[in-house]
């Protein structure tokens, strides 16, 4: 594990001000095929140091990758981190290539995937005024609007 992944080294960094802190997410499942050993840390004990995190008054967010997991656990399990975060999750497409494509989930074959994820995202963080920065999103869902209404969030 890296040294974010204990809450007494979460307490020393919160000294620092301004700072963010973005947790590794990255996918849902299969996190032991898919994941480094140093990022692969526990589902449940990262939010317990995202919520110490956020008790500190750090800016918290988490990254994910689009394209690992099952359009049903993008639906569920986004929601559980969306107490846990300040700000808008950095949410990146999968870039497969020939050495990566095995990691693509089945559902992610086709654009449905894509669009019902970004919708569902959209609604999860829809009673907050979290948004997405299309400049802090490598290959994202939001290019250049977000939400029902397609608000610019260029530049934000």
């Known amino acids: 594990f890296g040294i974010l992944s204990d809450t007494k080294n979460i307490e020393l960094i919160s000294k620092i001000k301004p ?3 973005c947790f590794t997410v990255e996918c849902f499942e299969n996190r032991e095929k898919i994941l480094l050993k140093n990022k692969n840390i526990n589902i449940d004990y990262l939010k317990i140091i995202m919520k110490k995190s956020l008790e500190l008054g750090i800016t918290t967010t988490f990254s994910y990758v689009l394209g690992l997991d099952s359009l049903k656990s993008v639906q569920e399990k986004m929601l559980l981190f969306k107490d846990f975060v300040n700000t808008f999750p950095i949410v990146s497409l999968f870039q497969t290539d020939n050495a990566r494509i095995q990691y693509r989930h089945f559902d992610a074959n086709n654009l449905y995937y894509y669009l019902q994820s970004r919708k569902e995202i959209e ?13 802090n999103n490598y290959r994202s869902l939001w290019r250049t609007c977000y939400g029902k209404n397609n608000e610019s969030i260029l530049l934000r």
Request: charge should be neutral; hydrophobic fraction near 40%.
């Open 19 to 21: 700072i963010q802190l």
């Open 123 to 135: 609604s999860i963080f829809s009673d907050t005024n979290l948004k997405p920065n299309s400049w």
